[in-house]
C-alpha cells in the first residue's frame, strides 16, 4: 500500500537556524497538510496545500513559516528562524478529493536548542 | 471552546476484551467527518475508522466500529478483542464542512494499556 514519506525522521538544529523539512506524498493525492504535535499533546494543524497555493492555515503559520511543492513530487515545510518553542514532532498528511481519509506520513521529530 | 473533547486521558484494558474510547464534538456545520487514529509508542500516525455525518449505518473496521451517535454529537470508538498490539494513543478528529480537503482538529486523545 502506497505511503506518505518524511525525511529527515529527526533533526537537532540551534536555535535561529532554517529548517527543511520533505514529505513525498503519495502519488495521485492532491490535497497536502502539515500538522505539528508538541511533545504530550494533541495534533495541531498548520496549513494545508492544493493546486500550488495555500488553501488554509493556522495562526500557529505565521511569517517564520513557509511551504512549497518545488518539482511535483516532494512538498516542503520551511521554518526560516527556528525558535525552541518549535521543537515537536511534524507530520505531513496527503490525501484526495476521492476518499475522506488524510493519511500521515512516519513525522519529522525536530529539536532545537 | 473544544472542538472536540476525549475526556478519558487513560485507561487499561485486559486482552481480549472490548473498550469504548468516548468523542464528542462541537460544530454547527451540517457535512463533517469524524475520524480516529492511533499512535503507537513509535510516533506515527494510524488511520483506524470515518464516519460521515451523512452516514446512515456506524462506521466499521474489522475490530474497530464507530459509535455514532448523531444527536448527542458522540463518535465513540470501540475495539473489539483488545490485543496487546492495541497499546497506544488514540485521537479523535473533524473535518467540517464539505469536501474531503478541510483541515483536522484533533481531540487531546485517550492512551490505552492492554494488559495480558
Known amino acids: 500500500e502506497p505511503e506518505v514519506t518524511q525525511t529527515p525522521s529527526h533533526q537537532v538544529t540551534q536555535m535561529g537556524q532554517e529548517v527543511i523539512l520533505r514529505c513525498v506524498p503519495i502519488s495521485n493525492h492532491l490535497y497536502f497538510y502539515w500538522y505539528r504535535q508538541i511533545l504530550g499533546q494533541k495534533v495541531e494543524f498548520l496549513v494545508s496545500?492544493?493546486?500550488?497555493?495555500?488553501?488554509?492555515k493556522s495562526e500557529i503559520f505565521d511569517d517564520q513559516f513557509s511551504v512549497e511543492r518545488p518539482d511535483g513530487s516532494n512538498f516542503t515545510l520551511k521554518i526560516r528562524s527556528t525558535k525552541l518553542e518549535d521543537s515537536a514532532m511534524y507530520f505531513c498528511a496527503t490525501g484526495t478529493a476521492l476518499r475522506e481519509t488524510q493519511y500521515f506520513g512516519p513525522g519529522t521529530r525536530l529539536l532545537v536548542l | 471552546a473544544q472542538k472536540i473533547t476525549q475526556t478519558q486521558p487513560g485507561m487499561f484494558v485486559q486482552e481480549k476484551e472490548a473498550v469504548t474510547l468516548d468523542c464528542t464534538y462541537d460544530?454547527?456545520?451540517?457535512?463533517?467527518?469524524l475520524f480516529w487514529y492511533k499512535q503507537p509508542s513509535s510516533g506515527e500516525m494510524i488511520f483506524l475508522i470515518y464516519q460521515g455525518s451523512y452516514d446512515q449505518q456506524n462506521a466499521t473496521e474489522g475490530r474497530y466500529s464507530l459509535n455514532f451517535q448523531k444527536a448527542r454529537k458522540s463518535a465513540n470508538l470501540v475495539i473489539s478483542a483488545s490485543q496487546l498490539g492495541d497499546s497506544a494513543m488514540y485521537f479523535c478528529?473533524?473535518?467540517?464542512?464539505?469536501?474531503?480537503?478541510?483541515?483536522?482538529?484533533f481531540g487531546a486523545g485517550t492512551q490505552v494499556v492492554v494488559t495480558p
Open positions: 460544530t454547527s456545520d451540517p457535512s463533517y467527518g
Open positions: 478528529a473533524m473535518r467540517e464542512g464539505r469536501g474531503s480537503w478541510g483541515k483536522l482538529q
Open positions: 496545500f492544493y493546486n500550488n497555493e495555500i488553501s488554509e
